[in-house]
Nanobody, 115 residues
Framework: QVQVVESGGGLVQPGGSLRLSCAASGSIFSINPMGWYRQAPGKDRELVAT???????NYTDSVKGRFTISRDNAKNTVYLQMNSLKPEDTAVYYC?????????WGQGTQVTVSS
């Protein structure tokens, strides 16, 4: 079994920054694609950022230039650096690890951007 745990969420003012962490553990024997989704109440789940085993990244248009996803393979950890945060970034952020056709999900961490 694989466990995925997010951390780093919180309350921040517009224009501020947060760094989310996602640590994977358990039955992991190789590097896997990982990424972040977010979901606000009453809204669809949105794919925010992905990172491949080789380190290639992709972002949804709304966060390009503001968010950066990275990974530390030795720690089986991915990060989401979020800068210039906007109120519309408010959501629960979920990390996943992809293995084959299956995704292992974290419990989510709340990000609230408000003045």
């Amino acid at each position: 079994q694989v466990q995925v745990v997010e951390s780093g969420g919180g309350l921040v003012q517009p224009g501020g920054s947060l760094r989310l962490s996602c640590a994977a553990s358990g039955s992991i024997f190789s590097i896997n694609p990982m990424g972040w989704y977010r979901q606000a109440p009453g809204k669809d789940r949105e794919l925010v950022a992905t990172i491949t085993v080789s380190g290639s990244t992709n972002y949804t248009d709304s966060v390009k230039g503001r968010f950066t996803i990275s990974r530390d393979n030795a720690k089986n950890t991915v990060y989401l650096q979020m800068n210039s945060l906007k109120p519309e970034d408010t959501a629960v952020y979920y990390c996943y690890l992809s293995r084959g056709k299956y995704k292992y999900w974290g419990q989510g961490t709340q990000v609230t951007v408000s003045s």
